[in-house]
Structures are given as structure tokens and as C-alpha cells.
């Protein structure tokens, strides 16, 4: 199993250049072997953590990648925090596992309910 990170509130930044580099609802974070031991912060109301069975660590490794334009070989621009984002509050994601990452923070799901709501 592993247990996936997801930031839970938008970060926002006033200035538009640092607001895209910021972490975003639904935003990876991180992705862990099943029990890791995460930090006192990395929880409501900040972070929900999703906990994957049957699912190995580099299954969403991709997930943590940031969005860049290559254009200019010598400077890389950032122009996401994450390519991607999980659509935490999609309806239809099972209400028992909305419920529980909004009450507790943590929810068991599928490696298929987390593909079908991941948008780039």
C-alpha cells in the first residue's frame, strides 16, 4: 500500500508569478510506503492523507512533477506547482471517503477511484 499527501486548502500568494508556484487543493505532495510516519502538521486543516492498497510507491511518483516550460533551455520556467491534481471533491468519489478525508483527514480508495478524478 502506499498513502499518498494531498494539500487540503489552496495556498494563495497576492503576486501572480508566486501565486502559480504555490501548492493548490488536490495539489501531490508527497507519496510514502504504507505507514509512514507523518509530521504533526501533515494533517487537517492543512493535508488529508489517502491510504492506496495493493498500490506501489512509484504507481504516482509522476504525480509529484511540476509543470515547466522548457522553451528556454537555459531557464526553465515554473508554471505549476503540479501538473496534475486529485478532484478531492468530486461527487462522485464515494461520500464515505469524502466524509472521512473532511472529518478525519485520512481515507481509504482505490487505485481506480483516484485515476478516474485526477485532472491535468
Known amino acids: 500500500m502506499c498513502e499518498i499527501l494531498l494539500k487540503a486548502k489552496n495556498n494563495v500568494n497576492p503576486d501572480p508569478e508566486l501565486d502559480k508556484m504555490s501548492y493548490k487543493r488536490g495539489h501531490f505532495v508527497a507519496v510514502m510506503p504504507d505507514g509512514h510516519p507523518?509530521?504533526?502538521?501533515?494533517?487537517?486543516?492543512?493535508?488529508?492523507?489517502?491510504?492506496?492498497?495493493?498500490?506501489?510507491?512509484?504507481?504516482?511518483?509522476?504525480?509529484?512533477?511540476?509543470?515547466?516550460d522548457l522553451t528556454d533551455s537555459a531557464r526553465p520556467v515554473m508554471l505549476s506547482r503540479r501538473i496534475n491534481k486529485l478532484d478531492i471533491d468530486a461527487t462522485t468519489i464515494p461520500k464515505s471517503i469524502r466524509d472521512s478525508l473532511k472529518n478525519n483527514g485520512v481515507a481509504t480508495i482505490t487505485k481506480t477511484q483516484i485515476l478516474d478524478h485526477i485532472r491535468g
Open 38 to 68: 507523518w509530521g504533526k502538521k501533515e494533517c487537517l486543516p492543512d493535508f488529508v492523507i489517502l491510504k492506496v492498497p495493493g498500490v506501489s510507491v512509484t504507481a504516482f511518483e509522476k504525480y509529484l512533477e511540476s509543470k515547466v
